[in-house]
């Protein structure tokens, strides 16, 4: 089941974007590279649990 497709946004990527987007097989990987093409910034990536203020 595809919950997030790179093709519900094309007012912010290219058909090339959105292409290689959705060919990727692996799901978690996909909506990440649709997350970081998108502009999410990588900080969110990788302090989850600063942000999300886990185990403090």
């Known amino acids: 089941m595809v919950l997030v497709s790179p ?3 094309p007012l912010n990527l290219t058909i090339k974007q959105m ?5 990727i097989e692996n799901p978690w990987d996909r909506d990440v ?4 093409t998108l502009g ?3 900080e969110v990536f990788s302090s989850s649990a600063t942000i999300l203020k886990i185990g403090l």
Do not use: A, D, G, R
């Not at 292409?19 to 060919?23: F, L, T």
């Open 7 to 9: 093709y519900y946004f």
């Open 19 to 23: 292409h290689e987007i959705s060919n």
């Open 33 to 36: 590279t649709l997350k970081q």
């Open 40 to 42: 999410v910034p990588t």
